[in-house]
């Protein structure tokens, strides 16, 4: 099975994002754009594993979350990786809890190692995925520059749990199932 590790906003904050992100999908460029209910922070992306892998994987969740607090988090701003000129993932970034949120994945990545699964082929940055660029070659700055961040109550919500997610690929996109999950301590509990 295909598995990663994530957090997910509550459907409300991600229906919110979905919207503010409107005016970047009527762009009309060659952009595969996530759904609404699928968007999430991928915290690491493990691929390809068997029973014991995804075994091993709720085993890290589950230690990661019990050493770190649940946490505030607001979304903010639009941007693209690796730059908005040359976009090739379109995202929407944090104004609270990116520090927080890369101390969970700090955790994470220390309890699957001691599982036996390798490091991460790269450093973790909180942002939420909103769709990958399938041309490079069109700038997408003064678009972003145009869309304005979010804000207020839609933006803000709290980090409670960490999932594992079983990827399904199909014509149609990605479907997710939650395989386990793993609720981040509360504050004030060691």
């Known amino acids: 099975m295909r598995l990663f590790l994530a957090v997910f906003p509550p459907l409300a ?13 009527l762009t009309g460029a060659g952009v595969s754009w996530v759904k609404a209910e699928n968007l999430h922070y991928t915290m690491r992306f493990l691929g390809e594993v068997g029973e014991d892998g ?33 976009a090739r993932v379109i995202w929407v970034g944090m104004t609270a809890g990116a520090e927080a949120l890369k101390s969970l994945a700090a955790a994470l990545e220390r309890a699957l ?15 939420l995925t909103l769709g990958r660029v399938r041309d490079p070659r069109a700038s997408w700055s003064d678009t972003l520059r145009r869309t304005p961040p979010l804000a207020g109550g839609a933006a803000r919500f709290t980090v409670e749990r960490l999932s594992v997610v079983e990827s399904t690929l199909s014509p149609k996109g990605s479907t997710y199932a939650v395989r386990a999950e793993a609720a981040l301590r509360r504050a004030g509990r060691h």
């Not at 709720?58 to 230690?63: D, K, N, P, Q």
């Not at 190692?113 to 942002?127: I, N, S, V």
């Open 113 to 127: 190692t001691r599982r036996g699964f390798g490091r991460a082929d790269k450093p973790f940055a909180a942002h």
């Open 54 to 86: 995804a075994r091993r994987a709720a085993e890290a969740a589950a230690e990661a979350a019990a050493v770190e607090p649940a946490f505030p988090a607001e979304l903010g701003a639009f941007g693209a990786f690796p730059n908005p000129a040359r």
């Open 13 to 25: 904050v991600r229906e919110a994002v979905f919207a503010a992100a409107a005016p970047l999908r």
